[in-house]
């Protein structure tokens, strides 16, 4: 089945600084891809949705500039979150699907930590 | 904009037993899909099953099934001989053009 790999699964890192987590699609194309922030005992808020070689779609709240997003081939998208704060501490979920409906696969999450 | 309501934060049930968890939604949209997805404790987002808007049969996957009332706008899941493994955190999802998650029922399945 589609696999998709996101990495690193935890990072900590100081206030000010920048991190970058990766979601590759390991087996598939990824004509689209997804990116969600998930608050302790809450569901899934989507971010931005990123499509290859294109701008990535932010939701109403998102601070682009805070959540860069780059999706420059079909089975690699980035989230940098720039100038981290505490408040960004959160457990971040991508997905990616081929365009097939309903074929969304979901990368195991990052647990950032902002120090 | 759709919206996706869970009314059962948490749950449980015993090993064996059969439980069923509730989603209604809300849209204008006559095609979509609607899915359940599991979240375990490793958070990792697993689906469940998923049923299209426009097939009128419920869709039915080994021990799970959903019982689909598109009038009523309705969508809950039903766990036959629940198991310990089926602990998680459940999320119904609609889709149209991006998923919309609910806010989750948290299951437990107790020995």
């Known amino acids: 089945g589609a696999v998709v790999s996101q990495h690193p699964s935890r990072v900590i890192c100081k206030s000010g600084t920048s991190v970058k987590i990766e979601c590759r699609s390991l087996?598939?194309?990824?004509?689209?891809m997804f990116w969600y922030r998930q608050f302790p005992k809450q569901s899934l808020m989507l971010m931005a949705t990123s499509n290859e070689g294109s701008k990535a779609t932010y939701e109403q709240g998102v601070e682009k500039d805070k959540f860069l997003i780059n999706h420059a081939s079909l089975t690699l998208s980035t989230l940098t979150v720039t100038s981290a704060h505490p408040e960004d501490s959160s457990f971040y979920i991508c997905?990616?699907?081929?365009?097939?409906?309903?074929?969304?696969?979901f990368g195991s999450g990052t647990r950032l930590t902002v120090v | 904009a759709q919206t996706v309501t869970q009314s059962q934060p948490e749950m449980s049930v015993q090993e064996a037993e059969t439980v069923t968890l509730s989603c209604t939604y809300d849209?204008?949209?006559?095609?979509?899909?609607l899915f359940w997805y599991k979240q375990p404790p490793s958070r990792q987002m697993i689906l469940v099953i998923r049923q299209e808007a426009y097939k009128q049969q419920n869709a039915t996957e080994n021990r799970f099934s959903v019982n689909f009332q598109k009038a009523a706008k309705s969508f809950s899941l039903k766990i036959s001989d629940s198991q310990l493994g089926d602990t998680a955190m459940y999320f119904c999802a609609f889709m149209k053009d991006r998923l919309v998650f609910g806010k989750g029922t948290r299951l437990s399945v107790i020995a």
């Open positions: 997905s990616a699907t081929t365009g097939v409906v309903g074929g969304y696969t």
């Open positions: 849209t204008s949209e006559s095609n979509y899909y």
């Open positions: 087996d598939f194309q990824a004509t689209t």
